[in-house]
Protein backbone atom coordinates (compact mmCIF):
# COMPACT_ATOMS: atom_id res chain seq x y z
CA UNK A 1 0.00 0.00 0.00
CA UNK A 2 3.19 2.06 -0.48
CA UNK A 3 2.42 2.08 -4.22
CA UNK A 4 5.36 -0.21 -4.96
CA UNK A 5 5.11 -3.99 -6.31
CA UNK A 6 7.05 -6.37 -7.76
CA UNK A 7 6.07 -9.33 -10.08
CA UNK A 8 7.48 -12.06 -10.93
CA UNK A 9 7.45 -14.92 -13.37
CA UNK A 10 5.87 -12.88 -15.92
CA UNK A 11 6.29 -14.35 -19.67
CA UNK A 12 8.77 -11.80 -22.39
CA UNK A 13 6.13 -10.19 -24.44
CA UNK A 14 3.42 -7.65 -24.02
CA UNK A 15 1.53 -8.40 -20.47
CA UNK A 16 -1.75 -7.04 -19.51
CA UNK A 17 -1.93 -5.32 -16.79
CA UNK A 18 -4.51 -4.54 -13.71
CA UNK A 19 -4.94 -3.23 -10.36
CA UNK A 20 -7.32 -4.53 -7.54
CA UNK A 21 -7.15 -3.40 -4.03
CA UNK A 22 -10.05 -5.45 -3.11
CA UNK A 23 -8.53 -7.89 -1.31
CA UNK A 24 -7.31 -5.48 1.20
CA UNK A 25 -10.38 -3.89 1.28
CA UNK A 26 -11.70 -7.50 2.71
CA UNK A 27 -9.07 -7.72 4.94
CA UNK A 28 -9.95 -4.22 6.96
CA UNK A 29 -13.60 -5.40 6.73
CA UNK A 30 -12.91 -8.83 8.30
CA UNK A 31 -10.56 -7.27 11.08
CA UNK A 32 -12.92 -4.84 11.89
CA UNK A 33 -15.98 -7.55 11.82
CA UNK A 34 -13.66 -9.91 13.93
CA UNK A 35 -13.33 -7.23 16.39
CA UNK A 36 -16.75 -6.09 16.94
CA UNK A 37 -18.02 -9.95 17.37
CA UNK A 38 -16.15 -9.88 20.74
CA UNK A 39 -17.96 -8.29 23.85
CA UNK A 40 -16.16 -5.41 25.92
CA UNK A 41 -18.38 -5.70 28.63
CA UNK A 42 -16.45 -6.34 32.13
CA UNK A 43 -16.78 -9.92 32.95
CA UNK A 44 -19.17 -10.58 35.69
CA UNK A 45 -18.04 -10.77 39.54
CA UNK A 46 -16.94 -14.92 40.24
CA UNK A 47 -16.44 -16.07 37.11
CA UNK A 48 -13.28 -18.59 36.73
CA UNK A 49 -9.80 -16.89 36.60
CA UNK A 50 -9.43 -19.27 32.95
CA UNK A 51 -12.26 -17.78 32.01
CA UNK A 52 -11.53 -14.67 32.99
CA UNK A 53 -8.41 -14.59 31.38
CA UNK A 54 -9.81 -15.98 27.94
CA UNK A 55 -12.14 -13.21 27.99
CA UNK A 56 -9.21 -10.36 28.59
CA UNK A 57 -7.25 -12.04 26.00
CA UNK A 58 -10.22 -11.70 23.03
CA UNK A 59 -10.41 -7.90 24.73
CA UNK A 60 -7.09 -7.89 23.50
CA UNK A 61 -7.12 -9.35 20.22
CA UNK A 62 -10.09 -7.30 19.52
CA UNK A 63 -8.49 -4.37 20.28
CA UNK A 64 -5.17 -5.35 18.13
CA UNK A 65 -7.58 -6.07 15.30
CA UNK A 66 -9.13 -2.89 15.24
CA UNK A 67 -5.70 -0.85 15.28
CA UNK A 68 -4.17 -2.88 12.31
CA UNK A 69 -7.48 -2.34 10.73
CA UNK A 70 -7.32 1.36 11.04
CA UNK A 71 -3.64 1.63 9.99
CA UNK A 72 -4.56 -0.30 6.99
CA UNK A 73 -8.05 1.79 6.36
CA UNK A 74 -5.22 4.85 6.67
CA UNK A 75 -3.57 3.59 3.43
CA UNK A 76 -6.03 2.17 1.83
CA UNK A 77 -6.88 4.07 -1.53
CA UNK A 78 -9.95 2.60 -3.32
CA UNK A 79 -9.33 1.81 -7.66
CA UNK A 80 -11.54 2.64 -10.21
CA UNK A 81 -13.02 -0.52 -11.30
CA UNK A 82 -11.89 -0.44 -14.75
CA UNK A 83 -8.48 -1.39 -13.87
CA UNK A 84 -9.31 -4.43 -11.82
CA UNK A 85 -10.26 -5.95 -15.09
CA UNK A 86 -6.84 -6.60 -17.31
CA UNK A 87 -9.52 -6.74 -20.53
CA UNK A 88 -10.61 -3.28 -19.59
CA UNK A 89 -7.87 -2.04 -18.47
CA UNK A 90 -6.07 -0.67 -21.14
CA UNK A 91 -2.83 -1.26 -19.26
CA UNK A 92 -0.14 -2.79 -21.17
CA UNK A 93 3.29 -3.35 -20.61
CA UNK A 94 6.38 -4.94 -23.24
CA UNK A 95 8.55 -7.70 -20.87
CA UNK A 96 11.45 -8.37 -21.81
CA UNK A 97 13.91 -10.54 -20.83
CA UNK A 98 16.17 -10.23 -17.72
CA UNK A 99 15.47 -7.22 -15.89
CA UNK A 100 12.84 -4.21 -16.73
CA UNK A 101 12.32 -0.59 -15.95
CA UNK A 102 9.42 0.37 -13.46
CA UNK A 103 6.02 0.39 -15.01
CA UNK A 104 4.27 3.46 -13.58
CA UNK A 105 0.61 2.85 -13.38
CA UNK A 106 -1.25 6.16 -14.08
CA UNK A 107 -4.82 5.44 -13.06
CA UNK A 108 -7.19 8.10 -13.59
CA UNK A 109 -11.30 7.98 -12.36
CA UNK A 110 -13.13 7.78 -15.36
Known amino acids: MDGK ?4 GVPVGEVKVS ?4 AIHTQI ?11 HDTPPP ?9 LEEQAKNAANSLAKAKELRAK ?7 YSDPEKSN ?3 NVT ?7 DIALKSR
Request: hydrophobic content about 30%; glycine content about 6%; cysteine-free.
Open 19 to 22: VNTK
Open 5 to 8: YEVK
Open 91 to 93: LRF
Open 97 to 103: KGNNPAF
Open 46 to 54: GLPENARQE
Open 76 to 82: YRPIPEA
Open 29 to 39: EGLENTANAVR
